[in-house]
Nanobody, 125 residues
Framework: QVQLVESGGGLVQAGGSLRLSCGAS????????MGWFRQAPGKEREFVAA????????YYSDSVKGRFTISRDNAKNTVYLQMNSLKPEDTAVYYC??????????????????WGQGTQVTVSS
């Protein structure tokens, strides 16, 4: 059974930093792209960042570019999201996802097959 478990969320003041982790179990994901998405109350789930199977390619949404960094450790079957200079508008539930059909990253929610349960990130002003 495939399972993705996010951790590292919490409450932080504006300008602060958090590091999210997502550990995968039940299957090796080193051949597949992984991504981070977020969903704020009343809004649709949106793309945040994605990384190719080997880590050589990364994509970011315009809203987080320059502040967030996605990385992965295939030996640990884990993907990370380093979030710096956080803003109140970054407040959301953050989800990690695996694109089980490809090693190329994608910004599309529907391109990802496996999802974690989410971790709350709250940024106070």
């Amino acid at each position: 059974q495939v399972q993705l478990v996010e951790s590292g969320g919490g409450l932080v003041q504006a300008g602060g930093s958090l590091r999210l982790s997502c550990g995968a179990s039940g299957r090796t994901f080193s051949s597949y792209a992984m991504g981070w998405f977020r969903q704020a109350p009343g809004k649709e789930r949106e793309f945040v960042a994605a990384i190719s199977w080997g880590g050589g390619r990364t994509y970011y949404s315009d809203s987080v570019k320059g502040r967030f960094t996605i990385s992965r450790d295939n030996a640990k079957n884990t993907v990370y999201l380093q979030m710096n200079s956080l803003k109140p508008e970054d407040t959301a539930v953050y989800y990690c996802a695996v694109r089980g059909s490809s090693g190329s990253p994608s910004m599309g929610v529907r391109d990802y097959n496996y999802w974690g349960q989410g971790t709350q990130v709250t940024v106070s002003s």
